[in-house]
């Protein structure tokens, strides 16, 4: 029961977080005239509005499975995380703000193919063609930003 009280609570940071974002958008990207139907603005308040969604509706099924083990009086077993997970969250953690610092100094391709195959081996993938195929994966998505698109990538 605790495990869920804590996810409620999650869920309604979450959701306050997608309003301040909602709130914040006007403020960070600047639109466009009027007679463009979808402008820079549009994907950010979609994602937004998904954030909100998405835990408004986790918040409620939570709510509900609380009131129901709370009446019934029964305590749900809650799984502890092992400190193997914990140093493995560490890491994930660490290597993302590694790749959001060295993105802009050493470029896209480079930061993003060890970034992946890093993320991979201390996820414990050990079958070589997955990381052959996410690299790939990764130079599709430059190529296409690039060529098709012409969005330029650091």
Sequence with gaps: MKKLVKDMILNIIFIAGGIAVALLIPTQVKGVNASVQMGPDF????AAG???AVNAIALITNYFRYR??????????VQKTA??????????????????FCMPII???ISTLVTV????????????????????F???IYFIFKNLLYVMLP
């Design 43 to 46: 994907f950010p308040y979609i």
């Design 50 to 52: 998904l954030m909100i």
């Design 68 to 77: 129901r083990e709370a009446a019934s009086g029964s305590e749900a077993v």
């Design 83 to 100: 400190p193997k997970d914990q140093m493995r969250v560490l890491l994930i953690l660490v290597l993302v703000m590694g790749y959001i």
């Design 107 to 109: 470029g896209y391709v």
């Design 117 to 136: 195959n890093v993320l991979l081996f201390i996820l414990g993938v050990r079958k070589w063609y997955q990381y052959v195929l996410v690299s790939g």
């Design 138 to 140: 990764s130079m599709v």
